[in-house]
């Protein structure tokens, strides 16, 4: 069993940045593939990123590609998501997700674990 929180977001002027972090309790989180998803209101929630169980690989959506960069830190049993050049669009409530079986990472069904969320909102 997992549980995650995500702190850190909060309202920023476009063009500003954000740092959103995902502290994870339990067991194993290490071991887990760790997602970023975001969902705006009216939207479906979108994938935004992902980054393996060691950090050796991360994968972004293209509207997020050369702004936003997922790492993770698991000594301190941490995920983050670094936003830089934000825009108006980015505007939605960011979750965090672990997947403990690497069958995908593009989609919420992917995932076993989720945080509560957290806003970010950008002004124009």
């Known amino acids: 069993q997992v549980q995650l929180v995500e702190f850190g977001g909060g309202l920023v002027q476009a063009g500003g940045s954000l740092r959103l972090s995902c502290a994870a309790s339990g067991r194993s989180f290490s071991t887990y593939m760790m997602g970023w998803f975001r969902q705006a209101p009216g939207k479906e929630r979108e994938f935004v990123g992902a980054?393996?169980?060691?950090?050796?690989?991360?994968f972004y959506a293209d509207s997020v590609k050369g702004r936003f960069t997922i790492s993770r830190d698991n000594t301190k049993n941490t995920a983050y998501l670094q936003m830089n050049s934000l825009k108006p669009e980015d505007t939605a409530v960011y979750y965090c997700a672990a997947a403990m079986v690497y069958s995908g990472i593009y989609y919420p069904d992917d995932y076993n674990y989720w945080g509560p969320g957290t806003q970010v909102t950008v002004s124009s």
């Open positions: 980054i393996t169980w060691n950090g050796g690989s991360t």
